[in-house]
Nanobody, 130 residues
Framework: QVQLVESGGGLVQPGETRLLSCEAS????????VGWFRQSPGKAREAISG????????YYADSVKGRFIVDRDNRDSVAYLQLNSVNVEDTAVYYC???????????????????????WGQGTQVTVGS
């Protein structure tokens, strides 16, 4: 059974750090690119970060660039998203997704394309506030 399970969400103080995890099972994680997305109430889902199989290429939306860090551990089939210097605009449900890596995907221009992702997690809520 294919699963992507996010964890690490919760209430975070403004300016603090939170590490989200995405545990994969039921498929060959080491051959899939991973993306992180988020959705705030009343807004469309936003692609915020992506990482290739090797981890050498990482992509970020402008809204999180310089603050969030994406990484992965293929041996343990886990992807991570570290949220640094969070602010209230980061309040959202965070999702991880995985899509089979090909020669031209994920790339700088296409990593955020939701249609390229085959598997999705259920999401973890991150709320920034005091």
């Amino acid at each position: 059974q294919v699963q992507l399970v996010e964890s690490g969400g919760g209430l975070v103080q403004p300016g603090e750090t939170r590490l989200l995890s995405c545990e994969a099972s039921g498929f060959q994680f080491g051959t899939y690119g991973v993306g992180w997305f988020r959705q705030s109430p009343g807004k469309a889902r936003e692609a915020i970060s992506g990482i290739t199989v090797s981890g050498r290429s990482k992509y970020y939306a402008d809204s999180v660039k310089g603050r969030f860090i994406v990484d992965r551990d293929n041996r343990d089939s886990v992807a991570y998203l570290q949220l640094n210097s969070v602010n209230v605009e980061d309040t959202a449900v965070y999702y991880c997704a995985a899509g089979p890596q090909r020669d031209n995907w994920p790339s700088f221009s296409s990593w955020g394309d939701e249609t390229q992702y085959t598997y999705w997690g259920q999401g973890t809520q991150v709320t920034v506030g005091s």
